[in-house]
């Protein structure tokens, strides 16, 4: 009933800048945390950047002052604006979020994944 759709990945290359974009449709009654995730190749998911339905923002140390995560709470939508692209952000990167509906409660779900390549 509830799905995250991303979008805006693709090839860049280094000192490149792409945005990604997760919207959330369906039975939604509130969205509290939302957050992007990445994966690399052999490497465990890690933490990009989270934003709560408040606006307080954690960013992971490697992507300080080169990412920005920002929500559109009436579009149900989170966003990553990624600049200063380097090839160690090559990854599938994962939108992630707390959904609240009204009968079921919270459940916490995650999008199909958009790849981010960074390569000259």
């Known amino acids: 009933q509830v799905q995250l759709v991303e979008s805006g990945g693709g090839l860049v290359q280094p000192g490149g800048s792409l945005r990604l974009s997760c919207a959330a449709s369906g039975s939604i009654f509130h969205i509290n945390n939302m957050g992007w995730y990445r994966q690399a190749p052999g490497k465990q998911r890690e933490l990009v950047a989270t934003?709560?339905?408040?606006?307080?923002?954690d960013y992971a140390d490697s992507v300080k002052g080169r990412f920005t995560i920002s929500r559109d709470n009436a579009k149900n939508t989170v966003y990553l604006q990624m600049n200063s692209l380097e090839p160690e952000d090559t990854a599938v990167y994962y939108c992630?979020?707390?959904?609240?509906?009204?009968?079921?409660?919270?459940?916490?779900?995650w999008g199909q994944g958009t790849q981010v390549t960074v390569s000259s």
């Open positions: 992630n979020a707390d959904i609240v509906q009204r009968v079921s409660g919270t459940t916490n779900y």
């Open positions: 934003i709560t339905s408040g606006g307080g923002i």
